[in-house]
């Protein structure tokens, strides 16, 4: 079922999204899902190429290929693609319920669009889910060992 036919079939409330780059993919990432397929269906909003590269650096992996590799996951319900971390304009469009994100994203470069997020999604009942941060590992870091 493509995005569109899924969001909008009421059947499959609650939405729950959860925001990632999946470049590369690492057991962090399976313990977001695994925390957001608790509130309900899941759909990753992964980062474009151009997104990634303006948030962050240039993928290892392109989009159409991580695409692949998260759709595969049997936790995840759907996959929408986010060309930026105006994350506030796509739960706004569909009334997501829940949003889940790493607690890292409280400070530095992302917080400003989490307090906007969260203040978006109030107005519905929305709400914003902090997982705790897997310490030790990130994509930053495991592409540094390389």
Known sequence: MNINEF???EKNRP???????ADPLHHAHINIINEAKKYGNVIIGLMTD???INYKREPLIKFENRYKVVKELRSVSNIIPLENLNF????NKYKIEFFVHGDDWKDGV????RKKLIKTMKSWGGKVIDVA???G???S????KM
Request: proline share 0%; with cysteine; charged share 10%.
């Open 7 to 9: 969001l909008n079939n």
């Open 110 to 113: 992302q917080s400003e669009h």
């Open 15 to 21: 939405f729950v999204l959860a925001s990632m780059c």
């Open 88 to 91: 506030s304009e796509i739960v």
């Open 50 to 52: 151009e997104a990634m």
């Open 137 to 139: 590992i990130s994509s």
């Open 133 to 135: 941060y897997t310490h």
């Open 141 to 144: 870091n495991l592409i540094s």
